[in-house]
Structures are given as C-alpha cells and as structure tokens.
T-cell receptor
Framework: EPEVTQTPSHQVTQMGQEVILRCVPI?????FYWYRQILGQKVEFLVS????????KSEIFDDQFSVERPDGSNFTLKIRSTKLEDSAMYFC????????????FGPGTRLTVT | GNSVTQMEGPVTLSEEAFLTINCTYT??????LFWYVQYPGEGLQLLLK?????DKGSNKGFEATYRKETTSFHLEKGSVQVSDSAVYFC?????????????FGTGTQLKVEL
C-alpha cells in the first residue's frame, strides 16, 4: 500500500541553525500538509500546499518557515533559524484531493532543538 | 475558532472490555469529523469518519456517531484487544477555500492488557 515517508526520523539541532525536514507524499496526491505536535500538546496544522503554492497557513507558520516541492516527489519544510520552542514531532500528510478526501500521514520527524 | 476536546489518557483496559473515548467539538457550520489512530512508531491513520449529523462511522469494530445536538463524536468499541493499544486522535475539518486543514484533539493513549 502506498505510504507517506519522512526523513530523518529524529533530528537534533542547535538553536539558530537551519533544518530541512523531508517528506515523500503518495505519488498521485495533489495536496500536501505539515502538522506538528509539541510533546503533550495537540497536533497543530502548519501549512497546506497545492499546485506549487501555499493554500493555507496557520499563525505558527511565520517567516521562519517555508515549504517547497523541489523535484516533483519531495515536499520539504524548512525552518530558517530554529528556536527551542520548535522542538516537536513534525508530521507530513498528503491527500488526493480536497474536501472529505483522506489525509495520509507519515510517521513523523522528531525535531529536538538544544 | 474551531477546537476539539478529548478525554485525557492514558486509558487502561483489560482485553474484551468496552471502550469509550469522549470527544466534543466547537465549530461553526457543519464540519466533518474523524478519528485517527497512531500505533507506536507509525504515522496517523484514519480510523473512521462522519461527514454530517447522525452519520455513524465504523471500522475494525470501532464506531462513532456524529451528534450535532451535543457536538460530540465519541469513539466506542465493544470488545478491545491488545492490538488496539495506540493513541487515538479526534479531529474535525472544515473546507475553507481549499485549505482543508484538520483540527485535532490532544490524543488519548489506550493501553489494553491481557
């Protein structure tokens, strides 16, 4: 069964460093998403992406964050200058279309900022 | 804004016990409602969904009914198994201009013991 994959599974970085989290969505899907979950808190929406542009973003997704689909298969989340409070599990998801179509999630990348 | 409230875990049950995980929501209009499950080391998987009032979603013995009058979507299973041990997330989605973001609860960890 097709699945969303994410790399790395765990990333440790120092405060102020740039990180790139990578995701490979399911191949025929057109909508892509990033969510995050700070330990003990809710899973929060960050951004959705369709047709090579951001279609919606949350208040969390400020200028420090960016997303890209560089090569037609990968979908990346970049954090330009990490803060301690960026430590979280980051989930990538994709869906075939909008509306009630299921979002398929990857296993997550645990980001630890020290 | 939209929000989802779930009962806190962990919930510990013996095998074959009855399961209820409470979920209530706040939203304008008519959201779609979902239960996702996360097994250890894996991504979030859609367990079931309901898209309108009084719909019942069901899958793998789990059920949840969309109750608009009580703004609830409680998850139930008549007889749990050890293999049901996981974290369960309630979520809602409102389609807004193509964003399709999911709003999640905090998740409820279920442990089923022999």
């Amino acid at each position: 069964e097709p699945e969303v994959t994410q790399t790395p599974s765990h990333q440790v970085t120092q405060m102020g460093q740039e990180v790139i989290l990578r995701c490979v969505p399911i191949s025929n899907h057109l909508y892509f998403y990033w969510y995050r979950q700070i330990l003990g808190q809710k899973v929060e929406f960050l951004v959705s992406f369709y047709n090579n542009e951001i279609s919606e973003k949350s208040e969390i997704f400020d200028d420090q964050f960016s997303v890209e689909r560089p090569d037609g298969s990968n979908f990346t989340l970049k954090i330009r200058s990490t803060k301690l409070e960026d430590s979280a599990m980051y989930f990538c998801a994709s869906s075939e279309s909008s509306g009630t179509y299921e979002q398929y999630f990857g296993p997550g990348t645990r980001l630890t900022v020290t | 804004g939209n929000s989802v409230t779930q009962m806190e875990g962990p919930v510990t049950l013996s095998e074959e016990a009855f399961l209820t995980i409470n979920c209530t929501y706040t939203a304008t209009g008519y959201p779609s409602l979902f239960w996702y499950v996360q097994y250890p080391g894996e991504g979030l998987q859609l367990l079931l969904k309901a898209t309108k009032a009084d719909d019942k979603g069901s899958n793998k013995g789990f059920e949840a009914t969309y109750r608009k009058e009580t703004t609830s979507f409680h998850l139930e299973k008549g007889s749990v198994q050890v293999s049901d041990s996981a974290v369960y997330f309630c979520a809602l989605k409102k389609v807004t201009g193509g964003g399709n973001k999911l709003t999640f609860g905090t998740g409820t960890q279920l442990k089923v013991e022999l």
